[in-house]
Nanobody, 124 residues
Framework: QVQLVESGGGLVQAGGSLRLSCAAS????????MGWFRQAPGKERKFVAA????????NYVDSVKGRFTISRDNAENTVYLQMNSLKPDDTGVYYC?????????????????WGQGTQVTVSS
């Protein structure tokens, strides 16, 4: 089992920044890929970014490339999502997820463990 706890969400104006954290515990060695997804009100959960925290390979959805950065602190078993130049369309609940696969995939079904989510609201 892997437990994931997100933090760092909040309310920010457009153009601002937030850093989300995802603290992982349990059998983290079994889940080399960590990802972030977001879910806007009334919409399905969608991929944002992912990283293989063994080799550092990353993957981003096109809409956040150049604005968001996923990183990790292996010693702390924590994955971060630095979000800059935020837009109202970035609003949603952000979920951290862990997968057994080594490819930092955008595929929702590849992720086995999920956190409870943290709310990000970007005002215009």
């Amino acid at each position: 089992q892997v437990q994931l706890v997100e933090s760092g969400g909040g309310l920010v104006q457009a153009g601002g920044s937030l850093r989300l954290s995802c603290a992982a515990s349990g059998r983290t060695f079994s889940t080399p890929t960590m990802g972030w997804f977001r879910q806007a009100p009334g919409k399905e959960r969608k991929f944002v970014a992912a990283m293989n925290w063994r080799d550092g390979y990353t993957n981003y959805v096109d809409s956040v490339k150049g604005r968001f950065t996923i990183s990790r602190d292996n010693a702390e078993n924590t994955v971060y999502l630095q979000m800059n130049s935020l837009k109202p369309d970035d609003t949603g609940v952000y979920y951290c997820a862990a997968a057994f696969v080594t490819d930092p995939t955008s595929r929702y079904a590849s992720y086995t463990y999920w956190g409870q989510g943290t709310q990000v609201t970007v005002s215009s």
